[in-house]
């Protein structure tokens, strides 16, 4: 799309999607304490030295959370535009993390997922405590002939995507937008219930659960293959810092 130039006007979804973000945030922010990451700071409105592209992004932590994410960037003349809200706990529970990513490219593009902090295969109690209800939802989506599921060509973001992932292109309607909005929403709701009746990890278990985490963190950032679209509208350098940023090099 980028590729070819294609003029579409999508400043009226884009709002729609942000604003389902924005929603999304409010419960975190009803339930943790979280602070501005000053490092990154000057990324809080960035744009291209040629062209329309611009972005936003803000990273948070707390006592709770890791790290968090909360971005956005759009090329208004194609009608591109990417934003997530990722949050990383930290290691003193044992719960998933939580994504979102949500995409006009033209068409709607989303990602929602529990990204796992254990070994699923072996795991028994961790999939059947935090994946078995969402495989209802999962199945559900499955079936319906709205949407079409995405599979990444790239290995390691499939590895990491866990069985109950929704990950989804349809056409933009008021329907699969309504629709998106209330899987999200069960999606927190269910997460946050889950945290609320975590037990805590032992303090002996905490480092290896930490670098574990930071290890997927930062893989996830450094290999998503749509860093060729940042590279695109922005260069190497603001991608590099970017990407860097989503995963708290900084």
Known sequence: MLEQQLSVENTARFEQLWSITKELRQ??????????????KDLQNYSAQVGAAHGSLNTFSGAEIDWLVHSWMREPISGFCNMHLTVWLGSQIRVPHLAFAFATVPNLFFYMDYVSRSDLLTD?????????????????????DRFQQYHSKTLYIRQVQSQTSLCYTSQITDETIATLRSTAH????????????????????RAALAQR???????????????????????????????RSLWGDN
Do not use: H, Q
């Open 27 to 40: 419960k975190l922010d009803a339930r943790f304490e979280l602070r501005l990451n000053e490092s990154t």
């Open 124 to 144: 028994l109690d961790y999939l059947d405590r935090y994946y078995e209800p969402a495989n209802e939802r999962y199945l559900t989506f499955l079936k319906d």
């Open 186 to 205: 069960e999606m927190m709701d269910r997460w946050l219930g889950w945290i609320d009746e975590a037990e805590p990890v032992p303090e002996s278990e």
């Open 213 to 243: 985490d930071l290890i997927v963190r930062r893989a996830i950032a450094e290999r998503d293959p749509d860093n060729k679209i940042a590279v695109k509208l922005f260069g190497e350098y603001m991608t590099d810092k970017l990407v």
